[in-house]
């Protein structure tokens, strides 16, 4: 289907910002969110990625709900402790089972940290560790679903799909001075 022929992208916008250690990217409906991005290598590479999965439309006109949650971003990336359990999400792209993840996650809060298994028994399915660990992977909203902050069993800092992945993820988690790996908070600046 082309970019004219599809309603999702009439409706889908998505904007770029610069923070503490990048560019990221809000992507919106009417519904809220559906893309969070963080930093790629480039502003370029950022807003690629950015549009490449959402085929949103550029837009400077934020709603509430997008602003809200860009203020709250550069606020976390200068180490500030908030909370994005209220931003709106529109779901409509996710399967029934991530939602369900994504929802009970969104309530694992700052400086906290789970496990994929302690997810899988929260949402009643004890044996779903593994389909916890891809629905992570494909995480339309880093940071305000906070799968930076779900660890393997044995308490390691296990995969991260964001660029950098599990460098980046420990410098989320010790930016939140939450313990993994047993590594001391020190976070001069998420990239470096």
């Given amino acids: 289907m082309t970019q004219g022929n599809d309603p999702d992208r009439a409706e889908a916008h998505f ?8 560019p990221c990217g809000l992507a919106w409906t009417s519904a809220g969110l559906i893309q969070v ?3 790629e290598a ?3 590479a950022t807003e690629m990625r950015l549009g490449r999965i959402t085929r949103a439309a550029w ?4 709603p ?12 976390y990336f200068k180490g500030e402790p908030v909370a994005f359990t209220d931003i709106d999400l529109d779901m409509s792209r ?7 993840v994504y929802t009970v996650l969104r309530d694992v809060g700052w400086g906290q940290t789970t496990s994929y298994g302690a997810l899988a028994r929260q949402i009643g399915d004890p044996h779903a560790a ?4 891809a629905a992570m992977g494909k995480n339309p909203w880093p940071l305000v679903v906070p799968c930076h902050r779900v660890l393997a069993a044995s308490g390691k800092i296990g995969g991260f799909s964001a660029y950098g992945g599990r460098a980046t993820k420990r410098k989320m988690l010790q930016l939140e001075q939450a313990d993994a790996d047993g590594a001391a908070p020190t976070l001069p600046g998420l990239f470096d």
């Fill in 15 to 22: 904007h770029l910002f610069d923070t503490a250690i990048g």
């Fill in 37 to 39: 991005q963080l930093p």
């Fill in 64 to 75: 509430d709900n997008v602003s809200d949650c860009e203020d709250r971003m550069h606020a």
């Fill in 42 to 44: 480039s502003e370029a």
């Fill in 94 to 100: 996710v399967n029934a089972f991530s939602a369900k």
């Fill in 59 to 62: 837009s400077d006109k934020l």
């Fill in 130 to 133: 593994r389909a916890i660990g």
